[in-house]
């Protein structure tokens, strides 16, 4: 039972992580932001390439030169969502909701067969492994370096939270989410938000892709497809544009996920999540914390 | 989501595609050779996977089918007329293998001496059995394809049933008591997987402890594994493809597992072995049919290809290279491309000599012996453990 736990807690950290980028994206400009599964792909592709190029390391060496390789990548994905938002998602703010969405579609078939073509169709495996000295913690099998994942996850997540409620530039996005309109005439520089927000978003996206990376070894380019639904399904159930909600959202996911496999069997775990999740949604249209809609970004 | 336009837009294609088909095949329908020359080349189509995720295999197959066309037509071809190799990416989806096999009837081939995945062959068969065009399927080997009964069908690989059976045999002999099956829901894997639990379901020798089945393309199974290790098995035999097949090796002994693993064919390549990482592939069995590396006296062969393409060749490469020479056989026997007739000299051929052994189709259009055998993995390779003879 508890390793069904851990198992649904781990796989939902992943999914939260790529969530919240969905979220924020969604709370400040409506966007359903379907690229986002592939800057996950792009980050676990930025860290290999970033992994490649350092060469052979030592296995002790292992984990600080990960976190390295993920502050960087974090970089590069975050400067890749503002390109993308610039690029695709600015001209058309005031189009129709329904162009925007096609082009998000766009940017995501743009992400995953430039890909593709740079890196080939053939899966990657990351040259540096997070192996596993295993513990036992109330009876379920856990590795030092799953715990070590879940609390960058969970730093990560805690950090967002910070700095959208306790920051200035948290309060201009809030503000932006609310009513870009009248947050303009207050003055704030509305186009700089959103790149910052994009910003961030994708930056949790490449986080995540580099750890599922040294986490799991195999990286393709279609990688963010599936999980992007996930990360999607996730923000939903949590309340879309509401932080703490994307993040419970995500951890809930991925434990329905793991209990539907234990009961049901494998065929059946997709269904199982996914009627859970209609049910919850026909009760709850807002979602789990969906109502705290002045919080949003 | 994305996927959804994908598959409709795949879908008007390969419609539209069909539509040309139609209209090519009315032209021809009365003598489907009298619109050829007799100087033109014969040229032979092959599908396979060469984007997607087994777009590893590919290449392996299409070098070692040029690497038999070019030493016929070194040896002054068929029928004095000189052989000629077009292939078509089926990307391992049914939608694109539909397109792909229309491409080639409108290309003219002949015989069609392609198919990998299972599920992306299927519906090309009642493609090239309209266009009146013999299919020798080199790797392809799911049930369902010989349950189609279609005429122009012929498998030289070991089926579905005669994986199974190696599999259900080896594990008896290995003393494994209790399985787990897993399988990835796809036709081919299921199939395998399906039968193997028949067999295993049989008074005596191991018994089947889980039926278990995975979405592929994820990265975590550790749901699924946390669900089969409960079952406490000492074998888990996984029947899908290499990318999850390394991550459910991987996966399998970080969660503690000390049994043992056994692979299907599908699995059967160098990148299972390392995206599972050395210490988690050693000792890994696969059921196979005869690769490259455990084939008796193929060195000079092996040489040849690697001379011609710089690589090794790899798994499927010698079913492809003898699917363009069974084709050149049959051809000749038949004296002429006309489909049927092509068909009736492949269903005459006995003893035919293939890597697999001397060939004769069974009335299914099968191989009369799988020809599987056991591999492990040693020093990060595939290597022959036993060949249950």
């Known amino acids: 039972m508890s390793q069904l736990v851990w198992n649904g807690l781990f796989v939902g950290s992943f999914y939260a992580l790529v969530a919240l980028g969905y979220s924020m994206v969604y709370g400040i400009i409506k966007l359903l932001n379907f690229a986002h599964g592939d800057l996950y792909m792009l980050g676990a592709f930025v860290g290999f390439a970033v992994l490649g190029a350092a060469g052979g390391v030592s296995a002790a060496m292992a984990l600080p030169l990960l976190l390295l390789v993920l502050m960087l990548t974090m970089g590069v994905t975050g400067l890749a969502g503002v390109a993308l938002e610039r690029v695709a998602y600015r001209r058309l703010r005031g189009a129709p909701r329904l162009s925007l969405l096609i082009t998000a579609v766009g940017a995501s078939f743009a992400l995953e067969y430039g890909m593709r073509a740079a890196a080939g169709a053939d899966p990657r495996v990351y040259p540096v492994r997070l192996g596993g000295t295993t513990l036992e913690v109330l009876g379920a099998r856990v590795t030092l370096q799953q715990l070590t994942l879940v609390a960058v996850a969970v730093l990560l997540m805690i950090g967002l939270n910070l700095l959208v409620t306790r920051s200035r530039e948290g309060r201009a996005m809030r503000a932006v989410a609310l009513d870009p309109k009248a947050a303009a005439l207050m003055g704030i520089d509305v186009d700089a938000i959103i790149s910052r927000t994009f910003f961030l978003g994708s930056a949790l996206a490449g986080a995540a892709g580099v750890m599922a990376g040294a986490h799991y070894g195999k990286i393709d380019f279609m990688m963010g497809f599936l999980i992007g639904l996930k990360a999607f399904t996730a923000a939903v159930i949590g309340g879309i544009g509401n932080i703490p909600g994307t993040m419970l959202g995500g951890l809930l996911l991925g434990l329905l996920e793991s209990f539907g496999t234990f009961w049901l069997g494998g065929e059946w775990r997709d269904v199982f999540a996914f009627g859970v999740l209609i049910l919850f949604l026909t009760v709850r249209p807002t979602g789990l914390l969906g109502e705290r809609v002045t919080e949003r970004v | ?389």
């Not at chain 2, 595609?17 to 003598?31: E, F, K, V």
């Not at chain 2, 990307?91 to 003219?108: I, M, R, S, W």
């Not at chain 2, 005669?162 to 199939?191: C, E, F, I, P, R």
């Not at chain 2, 062969?301 to 049959?330: C, H, M």
């Open chain 2, 1 to 389: 989501m994305h996927k959804a336009y994908g598959t409709t837009l795949a879908a008007v294609m390969a419609s539209a595609a069909l539509l040309t088909a139609g209209c090519g095949q009315g032209l021809l329908s009365g003598d489907p050779g009298s619109g050829e020359k007799k100087n033109e080349p014969i040229v032979l189509g092959m599908l396979i996977p060469q984007s997607g995720s087994e777009a590893a295999i590919g290449p392996y197959m299409s070098n070692a089918a040029q690497l038999a066309v070019d030493e016929i037509n070194a040896k002054g071809g068929v029928l004095g007329r000189t052989l000629e190799l077009k292939t078509a990416d089926d990307a391992c989806d049914p939608q694109t293998a539909a397109a792909g096999a229309n491409k080639l009837v409108t290309e003219g081939i002949r015989v069609s001496i392609g198919g990998y995945c299972s599920g992306a062959t299927l519906p090309t068969l009642p493609i090239f059995a309209k266009a009146g065009i013999p299919m020798i399927i080199p790797a392809a080997n799911s049930q369902e394809l010989v349950d189609q009964k279609l005429k122009n069908v012929f498998l030289i690989n070991g089926t579905g049933t005669q994986q199974a059976a190696a599999a259900a045999s080896w594990m008896a002999k290995d003393g494994a008591t209790k399985v787990a099956l897993m399988h990835d829901n796809t036709s081919y894997s299921k199939d395998i997987a399906v039968r193997t639990q028949t067999l295993l379901d049989e008074p005596g020798g191991p018994e089947t402890a889980i039926l278990e089945a995975v979405t592929p393309k994820e990265s975590d199974y550790s749901a699924n594994i946390t669900k089969v290790l409960a079952k406490k098995p000492d074998y888990v035999y996984w029947t899908g493809y290499f990318q999850e097949g390394g991550l459910i090796a991987r996966q399998l002994r970080q969660a503690g597992y000390k049994g043992k693993i056994m692979v299907g064919d599908g699995s059967v390549s160098p990148k299972l072995i390392e995206i599972a990482g050395p210490e988690a592939a050693t000792g890994l069995y696969a059921t196979m049919t005869q690769t490259p590396d455990t084939l008796k006296g193929a060195e000079n062969w092996i040489a040849d290809y690697k001379k011609k393409f710089g690589t090794d060749p790899g798994p499927y490469s010698n079913q492809a290279y003898d699917a363009v020479r069974l084709a050149a056989e049959a051809v000749t026997k038949a004296d002429g491309t006309d489909g049927q007739k092509v068909i009736s000299a492949l269903e005459a051929i006995d003893g035919f000599s293939m890597f697999s052994g001397p060939l004769k189709f069974t009335p299914e259009h099968t191989l009369s012996t799988g020809g599987f055998q056991i591999l492990v993995v040693k020093d990060g390779k595939f290597a022959l453990q036993d060949d249950l003879q």
